[in-house]
């Protein structure tokens, strides 16, 4: 089996060529990074430390490595593939969709094939979906669009694993593609959205699972608002890396009861089984606060406004709770956080969107509420008002704590 992966960076080759290696199956890596190319071709492979009591070291090859700017080189790989990945990132996907459309048609004539994305995008499946459908409207052949999309599945992946750059004694030792890696192997993806699902079956790792929207909404409104609010509290207390945040003890308290607030409202809203929602919520923690992953803080924090989606980390199981009474205090102090996000000068310069955080701030709650969520009713805008406010009352006890501890150590 052939498998070809779009992005040799670190899910593609941290994590994707690492199950489908296991598998034995053949790797083609398309890049388009120079460095990373060069490196590849060089190196001819590249060792992956999983970060266990005793780390273990993976060596694995990729039998091609294509470079992605060579357009006739990616349209005969793809044509003789018979899976595809992507781990490109969310922005470059609909010029992907665009430059593999070609290709793709004349792959789905001789059968089905599979792409999975493993991106970090909200809805990457849709989006390519809708980029392929615009090329399609060019052709105004209704049976190439039938035939094309009865033969192609379009499968969104949930990264569950983190992969992360290796120490400078790493680098020396193992070679500079080296990656540090958690041992965690599972790869849900959406099972409703293959062709062809029967091919995974040998790959150790990969988990379809039905109803994968419904997945996607616990991991986001779980992992996703517990890493929200460590990285936003552990960014007012300074600290630099997302684990030593996760195991200040104040701090993993208002985590700890944050998945608690986020669980319950997924249990009444979904059914989903108590006992596996709180251990969900629990290994949440403890991965953030596994000092082997080493995860910068200002890399989780960056973003805010997207994070302050209406359908996000901290908005989206706040609202949950909201909606059916349940408590929220501890999720309303991580918003409050968010809110209240003040990286370095340096760090600004990277993130385009604090410039319309600090902005929003400046106005009322009511102001904040109404710009965060235009399309709630009048009445949940008001009780996510009262809900911020006390975030925030709490939030400046937090800063007090902080400001009293500091005063004792000096």
Not at 55 to 60: G, L, M, V
Not at 200 to 224: A, C, D, I, M, Q
Not at 328 to 349: F, Q, R, V
């Amino acid at each position: 089996m052939k498998v070809v992966i779009f992005g040799a960076g670190k899910v593609g080759r941290g994590f994707l060529a690492d199950l489908f290696s296991r598998a034995k199956w053949d790797i083609t890596l398309v890049e388009v990074t120079p460095s990373t190319l060069d490196l590849l071709n060089n190196e001819g492979e590249w060792n992956l430390i999983r970060l266990k009591d005793e780390p273990e070291i993976i060596t694995i090859n990729a039998t091609t490595i294509i470079d992605g700017n060579d357009q006739k080189a990616v349209d005969l790989a793809i044509q003789s593939a018979d899976l595809l990945c992507t781990a490109i990132g969310g922005s470059h996907l609909e010029n992907w969709a665009i430059s593999a459309f070609k290709p793709l048609m004349q792959r789905v004539e001789r059968g089905k094939i599979d792409i999975i994305f493993a991106e970090n995008h909200a809805q990457p499946a849709e989006l390519v979906r809708n980029t392929l459908q615009k090329q399609l409207s060019q052709l105004s052949d209704k049976q190439a669009e039938e035939k094309l999309f009865a033969n192609l599945g379009l499968a969104q992946a949930q990264i569950l694993r983190s992969c992360i750059e290796p120490s400078a004694e790493q680098i020396t030792e193992y070679g500079k593609l080296t990656l540090r890696v958690q041992d965690h192997d599972i790869l849900p993806l959406d099972a409703d959205a293959l062709t062809s699902p029967e091919l995974l079956k040998g790959v150790p790792g990969l988990r379809p699972t039905h109803n994968f929207s419904l997945e996607l909404t616990r991991k986001v409104f779980t992992y996703n608002a517990i890493n929200a609010v460590v990285s936003y509290l552990g960014s007012i207390r300074k600290y630099d890396f997302l684990a030593d945040a996760a195991n200040d003890e104040e701090i993993a308290l208002i985590a700890k009861a944050s998945g608690l607030e986020a669980s319950n409202a997924l249990i009444s809203s979904f059914g989903f089984v108590r006992d596996e929602q709180i251990a969900w919520a629990q290994r949440a923690l403890v991965k953030y606060q596994d000092r082997r992953i080493v995860d910068p803080i200002d890399r989780q924090c960056r973003d805010p406004i997207r994070k302050l989606g209406v359908n996000d980390r901290l908005l989206g199981p706040i609202l949950l709770a909201i909606k059916l009474g349940l408590p929220c205090a501890n999720l309303a102090i991580g918003m409050a956080a968010a809110l209240a996000y003040e990286p370095s000068e340096e760090e600004k310069k990277l993130d385009p969107t604090y410039a319309a955080l600090s902005e929003m701030r400046q106005g009322s709650n009511s102001k904040i509420v109404a710009t965060l969520c235009p399309n709630v009713s009048d009445v949940t805008k008001k009780a996510l008002e009262n809900v911020l406010a006390e975030g925030q009352k709490s939030l400046a006890l937090f800063r007090w704590v902080q400001e009293a501890m500091a005063g004792v150590s000096s």
